[in-house]
């Protein structure tokens, strides 16, 4: 493995893993996400990252994904709080033809008024899917008993923000927001980075304006959302986290490893093995630059919430009766789960660019040693001060 980094004169920042295996995972990030949104238009950089694969001056929206897929290749996105990120995974023999891509859905995008209109209706029945699935809809309800509104607003919008977007609007948004100073573009894989550099230089024309900033205003509270024809109750309990590149993070995915990730986990073990509670019993940190979250989802019975709240608190204070031995399994399982999950290079290649975001690339390959660094004492402290405040949110099967 090789690292390398190079800034170009045009802005872009490129970070690149250097792998002899015949693929390479490519993304161009643009460091802009729904975070950046006010109220009345959220959704717009998702809607935007939707809109870019409908075609370009040169290209429909067949031509985008058949060039890619029919060379065993994958094309996708995706928008977070503060990312837009359009990606390909291929054989590094047409490495070129996916930046090909990825560049011409950036610089020459001609959103049609029709194609606009269609998409609009897309996102609009991915809004619906996402609220008739509570196990994910959930995620948005909980990151609005977090955060204030705009940030606390979903990331995908509301059917009224995305129904009353324009395609003039969105398309003058975009030239404003997607510009090459804030782009990072990340690769991991088998390719020529000085090619690569070459390519971006002579494709992307430097275009300077700072991105506005964003005020992230934390809350607490707790909701419970009844609903018909639903048999399960969705329970989810989070709570504000140390950021990425704070020295409690490292004991904040300890914490989850021993709490909540996997069967032999502390709460899998007490609410699915011990008590029969839930079939799905599973802790999430939620990060990047500015905001950190940790999460911890049950699928369970109405009748059962009170008692699944009263065991997660009290294994957040039974963290205290922690041990050395668990403490280094623990460890363990995190240096283990870091070095398999190094296999897809897609896992890499985000990998890196969250860890550029939030601070540099090259923390990603520190992971073990401040896994490492990491001791008992802050791991116990960690959990009783995550704990003193908390937010809730529920959906629940509605009495007939």
Request: net charge negative; aromatic share 10%.
């Amino acid at each position: 493995m090789k690292f390398l980094r190079r800034k170009l004169k045009n802005g872009i920042t490129v970070i690149m893993e250097q792998r002899e295996l015949p693929v390479v995972s490519l993304s161009i990030s643009n460091k802009f996400g729904a975070g950046f949104e006010k109220s009345d238009i959220k959704g717009v950089a998702h809607f935007i990252e939707h809109l870019v694969f409908n075609g370009t001056k040169t290209r429909t929206h067949e031509d985008i994904s058949r060039e890619i897929e029919k060379r065993g290749g994958i094309l996708n996105a995706f928008t977070s709080h503060e990312l837009t990120s359009f990606w390909v995974k291929l054989p590094s023999d047409h490495l070129f033809v996916g930046l090909d891509i990825l560049s011409d859905i950036l610089i020459n995008p001609i959103l049609k008024e029709d194609k606009f209109a269609k998409e609009k209706k897309v996102i609009l029945e991915e809004i619906k899917m996402y609220h008739d699935t509570p196990q994910r809809f959930i995620y948005d309800l909980i990151e609005g008993n977090l955060y204030e509104k705009p940030f606390g607003d979903s990331v995908i919008g509301s059917k009224e923000t995305v129904s009353s977007l324009e395609r003039d609007y969105v398309y003058s948004f975009f030239r404003e927001n997607y510009l090459p100073e804030n782009f990072i573009v990340t690769i991991v894989g088998n390719a020529e980075i000085d090619k690569v550099c070459e390519y971006l230089e002579k494709n992307f024309s430097e275009k300077r304006r700072e991105i506005g900033k964003f005020e992230i205003k934390k809350k607490n509270r707790e909701t419970i959302e009844e609903r018909g024809g639903i048999d399960q109750a969705h329970f989810l309990i989070g709570m504000h986290a140390p950021l990425m590149r704070e020295k409690d993070y490292a004991a904040l995915e300890i914490l989850n490893a021993y709490l909540a990730d996997g069967a032999s986990s502390k709460l899998f073990l007490k609410i699915r093995e011990d008590k029969g509670l839930a079939y799905a019993v599973r802790g999430n940190i939620n990060a990047e630059k500015s905001y950190s979250y940790y999460t911890i989802y049950i699928g369970t019975t109405k009748e059962a919430l009170p008692e699944i709240k009263k065991i997660i608190l009290d294994e957040f204070d039974n963290v205290g009766k922690m041990d050395e031995k668990e403490l280094e399994e623990t460890k363990e399982q995190l240096i283990g789960q870091r070095k398999i999950s190094t296999e897809e290079s897609v896992n890499v290649m985000n990998e890196l660019l969250i860890c550029e975001l939030s601070g540099k690339a090259e923390d990603y390959y520190i992971h073990e040693k401040r896994i490492k660094a990491v001791s008992l004492e802050q791991v116990k402290k960690l959990a009783s001060d995550l704990i003193k405040k908390y937010s809730i949110a529920a959906i629940v099967p509605k009495d007939i």
